[in-house]
């Protein structure tokens, strides 16, 4: 069973495949109106979401199918009343795609081991695979190719959307500079971290850390940042990880590191004067709607893939 769980499991030739057809959906919608009719996706949602919810709810119903939202906290599972074995093996013989925001990584791993049908992570807290193909696809637009290009990814790394571009940028060739704080605690995971190395090495392009947010900025072509309180992280962190932070913030004088037509990310929701300023993130170099948009394009490409692949 093919699965989208992280990025570790798709080739490079499959993730360009997505891209592909991707932009043929986002051309031609009009050509896959039917693809899904009769299909269903289930949405297992243990965390908040604006874009993942609504992108792949409305990517099935353009496709001809049809979402269900699947809000753990109004269900056994949640409830702490039914395994997550059995109600994988329940939802298996009702719909044909099951897409999990979950917190533990882990735990989307068992689901999809129990699934005989394809399990799509829309988030955990290691990794972000369906935010990361939107993004690249969103590169790809604006700068017409991935290879050779650099990415500056800044602030905290030790999170999903730090793992899933080290391993997708490296995978299409791409140079990446992580700025992040000292520490264990807002760096990368180290095993996702020798992957990415190994990855770049035999692509031919490099991976970075650094602590000097110029460093790693310099040059780059497309500056990224993420929330410094993800989902996961409790209210209480706020005014030690704002102190630890700031000095990784994008704003203005920092994105003029990079190269003058560097495109700026944040895969959102932002906040407005913490991970970037408000110039930076409404100015003419932000591209962040479009890596919205792109999330409804790349997902409805996704679950066409598996959907095929599988043939569920
Ligand atoms: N970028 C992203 O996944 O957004 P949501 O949390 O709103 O789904
Ligand atoms: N790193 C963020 C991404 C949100 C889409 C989080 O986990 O909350």
Redo the contacts with the bound molecule.
Sequence with gaps: MLHLLSLRDWSSARMEEAFALGREIKAHPEKFENVMRRKTLCMIFEKPSLRTRVSFETGMIQMGGHAIFYDTSTSPIGAGKESASDTIRTLSRYVNIIMARLFDHARLEEMARHATIPVING?T?FS?PC?ILADLMTILEHKGDLKGLKLAYLGDSF???THSLLLGCTKMGMNINIGCPEGKAYSPDQEVLKEALRTGKKMGCEVKITHDPVEAVKGADVVYT??WM???IPAHQLNERVRIFTPYQVNEALMKQASPKAIFMN???ALRGYEQTADVIDGPQSVVFDEAENRLHIQKAIMLMLVRENKT
């Design positions: 988030l807290n972000h935010q999170n999903n959307v993420d929330s993800s989902y996961h895969c959102l929701p």
